[in-house]
C-alpha cells in the first residue's frame, strides 16, 4: 500500500456516479480512437487522467459536483 492515498477511492471513482460513468465511457471510447489515430487521442485521455488523479489526492469533488 502507499502510504496516505486510498487506492479503493482511486478505482472506484470513474463508476462512483452517472455522470462519472458517462465520463469514464468518453474516455475509453477515445483511447480505442487511439488505435485508429495514433498519437493524439492518448494526449487528450492523459491530460484528463491527470486533472481527475489531482483532483482524487486533493480530495475534490468531480467537475460537474462543484459547477452545478
Known amino acids: 500500500m502507499i502510504p496516505g492515498i486510498d487506492l479503493n477511492q482511486i478505482f ?11 465520463y469514464f465511457l468518453i474516455g ?11 498519437v493524439i487521442p492518448y494526449l487528450l485521455l492523459f491530460g484528463y487522467v491527470a486533472r ?7 480530495n475534490e469533488s468531480p467537475p460537474h459536483d462543484r459547477m452545478g
Do not use: M, N, Y
Open 12 to 22: 472506484l471513482f470513474p463508476i462512483k456516479d452517472a455522470e462519472t460513468r458517462k
Open 28 to 38: 475509453c471510447a477515445v483511447s480505442l480512437a487511439g488505435f485508429i489515430i495514433p
Open 52 to 58: 481527475i488523479a489531482k483532483q482524487i489526492f486533493k
